[in-house]
């Protein structure tokens, strides 16, 4: 809708979510990704970041995400739980 212009992006979109009372957090993923070493990391640190929030086991969770990287070889199943670590570490409570 917005590439039709039909409607326009908001200027400050994490304001506007706010302003309807609810609750959020914010997280710049894909900076934290780039100092991981790579932008694709995005998605396994935004998991690690709500995986306290689920109704199952943040370690299910990261159990079946390195097993997606385990034919990939080790360093990436290593630089996908970092990844995972870093984004659950930014929301500890």
Do not use: H, W
């Not at 199952?56 to 990939?72: G, I, M, N, S, V």
């Amino acid at each position: 809708m917005v590439n039709c212009g039909l409607f326009d992006y908001p200027d400050d979109p994490i304001a506007d979510i706010r302003a309807q009372g609810t609750q959020l957090s914010a997280y710049d993923a894909g900076t934290a990704a780039i100092e991981l070493g790579d932008r694709r990391l995005i998605n396994s640190i935004m998991l690690g970041a709500i995986a306290d929030q689920l109704p199952f086991p943040a370690e299910a969770l990261l159990e079946q995400l390195l097993k997606r990287f385990q034919r990939k070889g080790e360093a990436l199943v290593a630089l996908n739980k970092k990844a995972f670590d870093s984004g659950r570490a930014a929301f500890a409570s």
